[in-house]
């Protein structure tokens, strides 16, 4: 599949987000004891894009419909109430009704916050669910690093703060994460034949999510916030991709973010349960 430009949207996006950023503080802000967070990313580089479905878990109602979710993909976290969730991925503009392709599940713990992501070469797709860092050491940022460039095997991931948070990163793997000084630090991805750097500001308490992609000329890098700082991750983040719309049905526990430029900005409040069957007769013939 022909992949986007995924810097440029990233900076795009980001402005943007820039704009709703006090809705999102005060909701997280205002989060009870009883409820966690949960972000989707879509970090298969030659899977194409999906439809997702999330429901509470035991119910066959959908009440969240992602449209056209493509590779490089990242929701926004959204607040989730503490419980059991699933979610079911079909082929784009497969009928609702249809056997997911894949699906998964997973359980919200109050305080916590959860990134589920799609992750591996389309003949072996799974979705994992990563535990996200909430809080960090005094003065401190964490970072860790995402590997999901299919092109280039293996990635080494440096910081010029004066050392590799990733030296050796395989792809579809996920790092762990890594005290960095407060300080705005050049983050390279760096493969045989390829490089990709940027400047990334690291402010004290905050938790960094750097994913590596594949880009339309090489490496590229996208710099995700799990954290913004006492112990809250950001209702928006870095996301690319998302299209049509994303309809609430009852009982959805906080609102989805508004419309962003000519595509849906959506938030998963679920999560989901592994089932894997036929994806690669799903996504071709799209039934």
Known sequence: MKFPRITRRITMLLAASALLLGIPVA?????????????????????????????????????????????????????????????????????????????TSVTIQAGHAYTVAGMGP???????????????????????????????????????????????????????YVPIPAGTWTMSAIASGSKASMPVSLVAGTVHTEVVLDGANGLEIANLVDAAGAGRPPAGGVRTGFGGTAPHGPGSPVPWLAVIGAGALIALTGGLRLRRHGLRRQLNTGV
């Not at 409820?35 to 119910?59: C, E, K, M, Q």
Request: with cysteine; proline share 6%.
């Open 27 to 103: 909701a997280t802000a205002n989060a009870t004891a009883g409820t966690g967070w949960i972000r989707l990313a879509h970090l298969s580089p030659n899977t194409p894009a999906v439809d997702v479905y999330l429901y509470a878990f035991g119910n066959s109602t959908a009440e969240i419909v992602l449209h056209h979710v493509a590779y490089g993909t990242v929701s926004p976290y959204e607040i989730a109430t503490a419980g059991d969730y699933s979610v079911a991925m079909r082929a784009t503009g497969a009928s609702p009704s249809s056997p997911p392709v894949l699906s």
């Open 122 to 176: 389309e003949s072996g797709l799974r979705l994992q669910v990563l535990n996200d860092e909430l809080t960090t050491p005094a003065g401190k940022s964490l970072v860790r690093v995402i590997q999901a460039s299919l092109k280039q095997q293996v990635v080494k991931f440096h910081c010029s703060c004066g050392g590799d948070i990733a030296p050796r990163a395989s792809f579809a793997s996920v790092s762990s």
